[in-house]
């Protein structure tokens, strides 16, 4: 239920804060979910994981950044601070994966 999603969001914090690297990715991939299946919650659930980027672990960073460009490709709103806070990641982030997504988003949504 979207009213519930603070309160998940929170126990999903805790999970992320564990450090366990399995738990960790797939609590991410489950906000993820939440914003994409519950569009009451996308934009709560897209600032979480836009905070997420700003983790000093890279696995978190790396796991946002994969869940963040799903959810922009399903939206029609204009992201350019979500986008331009991605860019910014480019020289720092150190999973390939998500330098491949951040770099696909930042040319994909350039002349947004």
Not at 65 to 73: M, S
Request: proline share 3%; with cysteine.
């Amino acid at each position: 239920r979207p009213d519930n999603i603070s309160v998940l969001l929170r126990e999903f914090q805790s999970y992320i804060a564990t450090g366990e690297k399995s738990s960790v990715a797939a609590t991410i991939q489950a906000i993820g979910r939440c914003a994409a299946s519950i569009p009451e919650v996308t934009s709560t659930c897209l600032t979480g994981l836009v905070q997420l980027l700003s983790s000093p672990d890279q696995a978190v960073v790396a796991e946002s950044v994969l869940e963040i460009k799903k959810l922009l490709q399903t939206q029609k709103d204009d992201h350019k601070d979500i986008i331009s806070q991605m860019a910014k990641l480019i020289d720092t982030i150190e999973v390939s994966s998500a330098r491949a997504a951040v770099l696909w988003v930042v040319g994909e949504y350039c002349r947004r």
